[in-house]
């Protein structure tokens, strides 16, 4: 038993705990070696039996855990799309777009993680091989003194405490080193071993943060913030856990099993093979019925993902669910996808549940098979029977490697699938660079910007052409107005100015350059600011959200632009002034505040290019005219196009140009259209009849009075 315990790392207390039992009985029954008699082996099998059926159906459930999450490689979850649009969006963010080899999975993992930290993951590997080692030898040295305690007993008063002291020091002095060896080992690899993990992840987060920053617009159009946000906490979290668990209880494991089966060999080589037989042979068989269940636990991993991204958006948009009291709506939709998901997991837990039983009847045949064929093997002579139960006993040990093992699989299953989105998005290459192209000296930039014949429709939905044949022209220093009705392509336009996309047909120039051959970065950086129609913020102060439109302005600086989008207005009656933070995505802040702060933000930039998409919308009209008034003199000198609903606060642009699904119908002053009678004209009028338009002097005498019917003049496109 001694050699079993020196043979077997780790042996469990309990099997530790029967080698000592078997050796008090030895003492007892004056046997010198307890495997030399067939009887007594017969008795151990008798008091071991409870302990032989445990580690039979230990065996089997391990080996039904294995079965369950070993076996077809992983497969990467694919896109289920679902009857209803929400349906399709919150599966979306759950699912990976496309698949990955398990070669081209390590390949990751060996250029995203080992290359990095392989000096962490080698001092680990060694410091666990130390605790292993201490694993395997400590036993034996247990065994030993315990072997010293036998034989003092045995020896009874003769035996003083001089020489029971001298007889066990040695050993006692040996084990209290590898103990201490063990712990000093024990803390470096863990300490190794979460360094290692942590700065993995780091590293996978930073890459993962850098390739999303990358991406192109269109790129963000078809994956939502939720599921990018997963894939950077959770999946790395997951991947990271996997590796560890790789290394810490993978190489214990692997160890275990080899050590385990060498001995397994060197006791009956006809009993391993049988074994080896026939133990993969029913993995074999459990793989196929795995697989089923697999299925069943992904379909059930996914209907629980669908329940939390309902109550993710939800919880995200609360004060829209708020507006619409529709909080019993998302409850309802909550509840239908926590059952569905719920009904899932009932389905697999009864799977496992038979599925587990199956296995405990087939390997529970198994250990029935080994006694009945080891049976033999002692009746024809060549398997003692103390052989034939440290077999069985060693077996146990197999079986709590292979149990870690199942784990191990699990884990490793969980890794690879989370490893596969962090990787994909890694990897992606943007369609567009974010840097690189031709850069205009800023004394020669003169911010002469054309649209030429420009057709282009949202990658996100291409059958809808958006732009068609679109030409427009910006004179540098002058102002352009652009109007038009909802969803004419307004904001399209001043989003393919700031290169979010390509266009299919047609050019766009800065200064007679394709904008594709311009640098992407130094466009939007020094050439373009842009002030959009939501304006988002950042949470942070006022001041640090100006200061993003220039990273290297003053205070000084910040102070006058804030002056100057008459953002002091309000910021003084704070108590830290410009000091304040504003809530998340601006809440805290009021819409009008918020589009002063995002002006100030881009006038600070002293851009070549300003383009206002709606930028006094929120405004009240007295703040709305002062800020204007402020917005003029800041355009002054640079090229301008202003986006506007509001016609008034367009009228004193240099040209007007008025555009209906995705063409420009009409072109000129404000003047020259009013005389016009067109477009420009009819949409005047529905603003003044609706109260929303303060005419001039001359305007009282081109427009019919509100009450008449308009007539000539329409909004809808004319006739191609
Ligand atoms: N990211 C996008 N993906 C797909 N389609 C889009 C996207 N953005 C806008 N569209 C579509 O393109 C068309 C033009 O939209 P755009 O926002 O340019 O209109 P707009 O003239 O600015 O309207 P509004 O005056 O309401 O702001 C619309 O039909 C809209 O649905
Ligand atoms: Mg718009």
């Known amino acids: 038993m001694s050699l079993l315990c020196r043979t077997f790392p780790r042996l469990s207390v309990r099997s530790f705990y029967s080698s000592f039992l078997l050796r008090t009985c030895v003492r007892k029954s004056s046997l010198q070696t307890w495997n030399s008699s067939s009887q007594f082996g017969k008795t151990c099998m008798r008091k071991n039996l409870g302990g032989v059926l445990q580690l039979s159906v230990?065996?089997?459930?391990?080996?039904?855990?294995?079965?369950?999450?070993?076996?077809?490689?992983?497969?990467?979850?694919?896109?289920?799309?679902?009857?209803?649009?929400?349906?399709?969006?919150?599966?979306?963010?759950?699912?990976?777009?496309?698949?990955?080899?398990?070669?081209?999975?390590?390949?990751?993992?060996?250029?995203?993680?080992?290359?990095?930290?392989?000096?962490?993951?080698?001092?680990?590997?060694?410091?666990?091989?130390?605790?292993?080692?201490c694993s395997i030898v400590i036993p034996g040295m247990l065994g030993e003194l315990v072997d010293v305690v036998a034989k003092a007993y045995r020896e009874g008063e003769n035996?003083?405490?001089?020489?029971?002291?001298?007889?066990?020091?040695?050993?006692?002095?040996?084990?209290?080193?590898?103990?201490?060896?063990?712990?000093?080992?024990?803390?470096?690899?863990?300490?190794?071993?979460s360094s290692f993990g942590e700065r993995s992840a780091t590293t996978l987060r930073m890459s993962l943060f850098n390739s999303l920053l990358q991406q192109e617009v269109q790129f963000f159009d078809s994956h939502r913030t939720g599921e990018l946000v997963n894939r950077l906490t959770n999946d790395v979290q997951e991947l990271k856990s996997s590796l560890k668990l790789v290394i810490s209880q993978g190489l214990r494991s692997v160890t275990q099993c080899i050590g385990c089966f060498v001995w397994l060999w060197t006791v009956s080589p006809p009993l391993t093979t049988f074994l080896g037989v026939t133990v993969p042979s029913l993995i074999g068989v459990g793989t196929f019925l795995g697989a089923g269940l697999r299925a069943l636990s992904k379909q059930a991993q996914e209907k629980?993902?669908?329940?939390?991204?309902?109550?993710?958006?939800?919880?995200?948009?609360?004060?829209?669910?708020?507006?619409?009291?529709?909080?019993?709506?998302?409850?309802?939709?909550?509840?239908?996808?926590?059952?569905?998901?719920?009904?899932?997991?009932?389905?697999?837990?009864?799977?496992?549940?038979?599925?587990?039983?199956?296995?405990?009847?087939?390997?529970?045949?198994?250990?029935?098979?080994?006694?009945?064929?080891?049976?033999?093997?002692?009746?024809?002579?060549?398997?003692a029977a103390g052989d034939l139960m440290s077999f069985l006993v060693s077996t146990q040990t197999l079986q709590r490697s292979l149990s870690q093992f199942s784990l191990l699989f699990g884990s490793l299953v969980r890794g690879f699938t989370s490893g596969q989105r962090v990787f994909e998005f890694i990897e992606r290459k943007p369609l567009?660079?974010?840097?690189?192209?031709?850069?205009?000296?800023?004394?020669?930039?003169?911010?002469?910007?054309?649209?030429?014949?420009?057709?282009?429709?949202?990658?996100?939905?291409?059958?809808?052409?958006?732009?068609?044949?679109?030409?427009?022209?910006?004179?540098?220093?002058?102002?352009?107005?652009?109007?038009?009705?909802?969803?004419?392509?307004?904001?399209?336009?001043?989003?393919?100015?700031?290169?979010?996309?390509?266009?299919?047909?047609?050019?766009?120039?800065?200064?007679?350059?394709?904008?594709?051959?311009?640098?992407?970065?130094?466009?939007?950086?020094?050439?373009?600011?842009?002030?959009?129609?939501?304006?988002?913020?950042?949470?942070?102060?006022?001041?640090?959200?100006?200061?993003?439109?220039?990273?290297?302005?003053?205070?000084?600086?910040?102070?006058?632009?804030?002056?100057?989008?008459?953002?002091?207005?309000?910021?003084?009656?704070?108590?830290?002034?410009?000091?304040?933070?504003?809530?998340?995505?601006?809440?805290?802040?009021?819409g009008g505040q918020k589009q002063r702060i995002a002006i100030a933000r881009a006038l600070i930039k002293d851009p070549h290019v300003l383009l206002l998409d709606e930028a006094t919308s929120a405004l009240d009209s007295e703040s709305q005219e002062i800020v204007q008034r402020y917005l003029a003199d800041a355009s002054k000198g640079r090229t301008t196009l202003i986006i506007a609903h509001r016609l008034s606060t367009i009228r004193q642009a240099d040209q007007i140009a008025v555009m209906v699904k995705g063409r420009i119908v009409e072109h000129g002053t404000h003047d020259s259209l009013m005389r016009e009678k067109g477009v420009y004209y009819g949409m005047v009028q529905q603003e003044r009849a609706a109260g929303d338009y303060i005419p001039d002097k001359l305007e009282e005498a081109l427009l019919i009075p509100p009450s008449e019917k308009v007539g000539g003049a329409s909004v809808s496109p004319p006739p191609a």
């Open 304 to 383: 629980t993902s669908e329940a939390c991204a309902v109550a993710e958006e939800a919880l995200a948009n609360i004060r829209l669910v708020r507006s619409f009291a529709m909080e019993h709506l998302e409850q309802e939709e909550f509840a239908q996808r926590a059952a569905e998901a719920q009904r899932k997991q009932e389905s697999l837990g009864q799977g496992i549940g038979a599925f587990q039983g199956l296995t405990n009847a087939a390997l529970n045949g198994v250990v029935l098979a080994t006694l009945v064929y080891g049976g033999q093997l002692i009746w024809d002579g060549k398997l």
């Open 58 to 133: 230990g065996i089997s459930g391990s080996c039904g855990l294995l079965w369950f999450t070993f076996g077809r490689r992983a497969e990467c979850l694919k896109k289920d799309f679902y009857q209803k649009h929400r349906s399709a969006q919150i599966s979306a963010t759950t699912n990976s777009d496309h698949s990955m080899s398990i070669r081209e999975f390590l390949s990751m993992v060996w250029k995203y993680i080992i290359k990095e930290h392989w000096i962490l993951i080698f001092a680990a590997t060694m410091s666990a091989l130390v605790v292993a080692y």
């Open 432 to 590: 567009y660079p974010l840097k690189g192209g031709t850069q205009i000296e800023s004394s020669f930039l003169k911010g002469d910007v054309e649209f030429k014949n420009v057709t282009f429709s949202y990658p996100s939905r291409p059958d809808e052409v958006v732009l068609q044949n679109f030409n427009l022209r910006l004179y540098p220093g002058r102002v352009l107005a652009l109007c038009g009705p909802s969803g004419a392509g307004k904001s399209t336009v001043v989003g393919l100015l700031e290169g979010f996309y390509r266009v299919e047909n047609g050019r766009i120039t800065v200064d007679d350059h394709d904008i594709t051959e311009l640098d992407p970065s130094w466009l939007r950086r020094e050439v373009v600011g842009y002030i959009s129609q939501e304006p988002l913020l950042f949470n942070a102060t006022i001041r640090e959200n100006i200061r993003y439109g220039r990273p290297d302005a003053t205070d000084a600086e910040v102070e006058e632009a804030a002056q100057r989008a008459h953002i002091m207005e309000f910021a003084s009656t704070f108590e830290k002034g410009l000091d304040t933070k504003v809530g998340e995505r601006g809440v805290g802040i009021s």
């Open 159 to 193: 035996h003083t405490l001089g020489n029971w002291w001298e007889s066990c020091q040695k050993t006692v002095f040996s084990l209290m080193k590898m103990y201490g060896i063990q712990s000093a080992f024990t803390y470096l690899y863990i300490s190794l071993l």
